[in-house]
Nanobody, 122 residues
Framework: QVQVVESGGGLVQAGGSLRLSCTVS????????MGWFRQAPGQEREGVAA???????LYSNSVQHRFVISLDNARNTLYLQMNNLRPEGTAMYYC????????????????WGRGIQVTVSS
């Protein structure tokens, strides 16, 4: 079965950085997309960044120029380098996988990790 596992969350002060990782096992296709989504209490889950197996990327306007998504295709490992973090970035971050094309719409993603907490203090 497909397994998705996130790591790298934690507590950071505003302006600091964190690097999230996500490993996906059990995929049978070499053509896929992976993405990071986040959800704060009382809010909808929103797309943060996504990338497909060809390297095409998408970013939300709120994180563009601060976050960088990357993918190690050989190891099926997804990364999200988060720089200049802001308090409004506090949320549970989820890693998901989907079939192409790459999107920032969470209904398009069929497999999810359990999520990791990111807390940004002011």
């Amino acid at each position: 079965q497909v397994q998705v596992v996130e790591s790298g969350g934690g507590l950071v002060q505003a302006g600091g950085s964190l690097r999230l990782s996500c490993t996906v096992s059990g995929l049978t296709s070499d053509d896929y997309a992976m993405g990071w989504f986040r959800q704060a209490p009382g809010q909808e889950r929103e797309g943060v960044a996504a990338i497909d197996s060809d390297g095409k990327t998408l970013y939300s306007n709120s994180v563009q120029h601060r976050f960088v998504i990357s993918l190690d295709n050989a190891r099926n490992t997804l990364y999200l380098q988060m720089n200049n973090l802001r308090p409004e970035g506090t949320a549970m971050y989820y890693c998901g996988s989907s079939l192409p094309p790459v999107t920032l719409r969470y209904p398009d993603y069929g497999y999810w990790g359990r999520g990791i907490q990111v807390t940004v203090s002011s």
